[in-house]
């Protein structure tokens, strides 16, 4: 079966310090990966996509960054975190578009 | 652009009691989807709608997706406190590999 794997669970960072979340999708190939963001009480909203090894597609200018090295790992980064970064950092997978998502269990990032 | 949107934002209702959450298009949706976010935890996938005018039961969860599939409404029947939670629709992207999704529905369930 396929599982996500999101870490870590928490994250409190100053301003200004870098930031590395990592997300790997297991028991499956090739997948869509995406890393969406959740402020406290609100909506989701897609940052990154990625359909294959390499490919990255970002949906609003940002702090931030993504990457995917190999196939089922995907993951987001920032050289700089703002205090406007603190929220919830959810990836998830889909089999292909227009399928339903898989979210990991995400991370909650709180920049000081 | 694309808008997808959710009214009520939060619904607040005693146990045994119905609820029901409406989703709303800008644009005509291929599809739609709604998931559901516990207090705390991540959302998760609930139901596809493909076709107009489709209806789905999950136990207590009826999902309707509009004639013009443009609208979409999820009720829940008799809610328990385990149904809790923010529900949310989503629907494919204008452009591109993602899903829109509306702000939700805060349910809260008084026992």
């Known amino acids: 079966s396929q599982t996500i794997h999101q870490w870590p669970a928490t994250l409190v960072q100053p301003v200004g310090s870098p930031l590395s979340l990592e997300c790997t999708v297991e028991?499956?190939?090739?997948?869509?990966l995406y890393w969406y963001r959740q402020a406290a009480g609100r909506g989701l909203q897609l940052l990154f996509y990625?359909?294959?090894?390499?490919?990255i597609s970002s949906e609003v200018p940002q702090n931030l960054s993504a990457s995917r090295p190999q196939d089922r790992q995907f993951i987001l980064s920032s050289k700089k975190l703002l205090l406007s970064d603190s929220g919830f950092y959810l990836c998830a997978w889909s089999v292909r578009r227009g399928d339903g998502y898989t979210f990991g269990s995400g991370t909650r990032l709180t920049v000081v | 652009g694309q808008q997808v949107m959710q009214i009520p934002q939060y619904q607040h209702v005693q146990e045994g009691e119905d609820f029901t959450t409406y989703c709303n298009s800008s644009t005509t949706l291929s599809n739609i989807q709604w998931y559901k976010q516990r207090p705390g935890g991540h959302p998760v996938f609930l139901i596809q709608?493909?076709?107009?005018?489709e209806v789905k039961k999950q136990k207590r969860l009826t999902f309707q997706f509009g004639e013009a599939k443009k609208n979409s409404s999820l009720h829940i029947t008799a809610t328990q406190t385990t149904d809790v939670g923010t529900y949310f629709c989503?629907?494919?992207?204008?452009?591109?590999?993602?899903?829109?999704f509306g702000p939700g529905t805060r349910l809260s369930v008084l026992p």
């Open positions: 709608l493909v076709k107009s005018g």
């Open positions: 990625s359909v294959g090894i390499g490919q």
């Open positions: 989503a629907g494919p992207a204008d452009y591109g590999q993602n899903f829109v």
């Open positions: 028991g499956t190939s090739n997948p869509n």
